[in-house]
């Protein structure tokens, strides 16, 4: 526990720094106008679908966003959040929230301090989101995206728009501990199985354990959700 609690601290001292490849999670510490990121270095084509999945556990529903992928000339191409509303996300493509105002999805994703593995796959040609919650379907919905522009920052944490050192921040930093992000340019992937660590199938654009994380003002830690 001491040793645990000590690299933690290690890592916050620093502030800034980089994690070559590696399986272990990151937590975000209050409070959530602060600034605290993750950069995920990869290098993303233009996207007509895309599958996104993760593990995530927290007590906040209002903290700012899971996952967001975006560039200065294409901002806030993708933003995934908690939301306090009913069905329990915010999902933003192409700066617009497909998800305002719809209250039908079952099984939100719950802040209850526990894991749960979250997944997003988008289908430009059906235009459709699905959202999967510890591997069950629990949400679809119509969304008028057909085309998401290649060449953006994958951050972890923050809206890409603040993915800096310094500075007030306009939106709040998510609160809580994520990890095991993995992003594919395609929809069919065994959502069932990675939620139960029953197979290794990693991301096409985004492989947890083997992509290069840039971090700001977060700790990082081993953890087993399954």
Not at 165 to 176: C, H
Request: proline share 6%.
């Amino acid at each position: 526990m001491f040793g645990q609690s000590l690299l933690v601290a290690l890592v916050l001292t620093s502030c800034f720094y980089r994690e070559t490849a590696g399986r272990r999670f990151l937590h975000f510490p209050e409070p959530a106008n602060k600034l605290s990121w993750a950069l995920l270095e990869t290098t993303t084509p233009d996207l007509d679908t895309f599958t996104t999945c993760a593990w995530i556990k927290t007590i906040r529903t209002s903290s700012g966003p899971i996952l967001s992928y975006g560039s200065k000339r294409h901002p806030r191409s993708i933003e995934i959040s908690y939301s306090p509303r009913g069905h329990g996300y915010s999902v933003i493509f192409n700066g617009m929230s497909v998800l305002d105002g719809y209250y039908g999805g079952e099984a939100p994703l719950p802040a209850d301090g526990n894991w749960h593995f979250s997944c997003v796959m988008w289908s430009g040609v059906k235009r459709k989101l699905d959202i999967y919650r510890d591997g069950f379907h629990t949400l679809s919905f119509p969304v008028n995206v057909s085309h998401i522009a290649g060449g953006g920052d994958w951050v972890v944490g923050h809206t890409h728009l603040e993915a800096m050192t310094e500075g007030y921040p306009k939106y709040p930093s998510f609160v809580g501990y994520v990890g095991g992000i993995n992003v594919w340019n395609k929809e069919f992937v065994d959502i069932p199985g990675l939620a139960v660590c029953a197979n290794g199938n990693e991301g096409s654009i985004i492989s947890w354990n083997t992509v290069t994380k840039t971090s700001f003002k977060v700790a990082t830690y081993a953890a087993s959700p399954c």
